[in-house]
């Protein structure tokens, strides 16, 4: 199986800071099409994850333009270049080049 | 808009069954895969199934194949999990999830609230 390894697990980030998420993969994960099914979630407290991110630096409808991701092969990064109190919450990558699927451990942002 | 409602979820005892089941609406239901992920209390995000949009696919993780079996009912906009021999670690928030097309995997762009299954004697 693919493992996806996140750092920190644990991100304490002052307000209007930025901060930075590392999701490093045990394989490629480009796909025979040539797409990296790279994808990242946030899950704030008491609610489902929402999909902010997908193939590595699109953003979703709705994400707030702070939100970016970037990276390829195996090594992918979400960035929030001005953390904002609504941003608290645990934020994980997954992939979905290869079966089965598989999520990072997560990461947990809180403000400091 | 897009809108999935998990039910189904509750106490069973440990080789006890449970069937899940997801209400989908705002979208063509059969034109898109669908899966379903779980949650452990205090504990990340683990896939356990997808389902291609017609129903003739279907996938699973190690931990649940052989117990868990996916299905779906087009006319009824509704997805199923049957899950039997429950052990007390498949204790977990389950959550449906929409995928990106028919037989496209790994997107995930949607997600239900969640229903609770607790394992335990």
């Known amino acids: 199986d693919v493992v996806l390894t996140q750092s920190p697990l644990s991100l304490p980030v002052t307000l209007g800071q930025p901060a930075s998420i590392s999701c490093r993969s045990s394989?490629?994960?480009?796909?025979?099409?040539?797409?990296?099914?790279l994808t990242w979630f946030q899950q704030r407290p008491g609610q489902s994850p929402r999909r902010l991110i997908y193939?590595?630096?699109n953003r979703d409808s709705g994400v707030p333009d702070r939100f970016s991701g970037s990276g390829s092969g195996t090594d992918f990064t979400l960035k929030i270049s001005r953390v904002e109190a609504e941003d608290v919450g645990v934020y994980y990558c997954?992939?979905?080049?290869?079966?089965?699927?598989?999520f990072g451990q997560g990461t947990r942002l809180e403000i400091k | 808009e897009v809108q999935l409602l998990e039910s189904g979820g509750g106490l069973v005892q440990p080789g006890g069954s449970l069937r899940l089941s997801c209400v989908a609406s705002g979208f063509t239901f059969s034109n898109y895969a669908m899966g379903w992920v779980r949650q452990a209390p205090g504990k990340g995000l683990e896939w356990v199934s997808d389902i291609s949009g017609s129903g003739g696919n279907t996938f699973y993780a190690d931990s649940v194949r052989g117990r868990f079996t996916i299905s779906r009912d087009n006319s009824k906009n509704t997805l199923y999990l049957q899950m039997n021999s429950l052990r007390v670690e498949d204790t977990a928030v389950y959550y449906c999830?929409?995928?990106?097309?028919?037989?496209?995997?790994?997107?995930?762009?949607?997600w239900g609230q969640g229903t609770l299954v607790t394992v335990s004697s």
């Open positions: 394989q490629s994960l480009v796909y025979s099409d040539g797409i990296t099914y």
């Open positions: 999830a929409k995928e990106g097309g028919s037989g496209s995997y790994g997107h995930l762009d949607y």
């Open positions: 193939k590595v630096s």
């Open positions: 997954m992939q979905g080049t290869r079966w089965p699927l598989t």
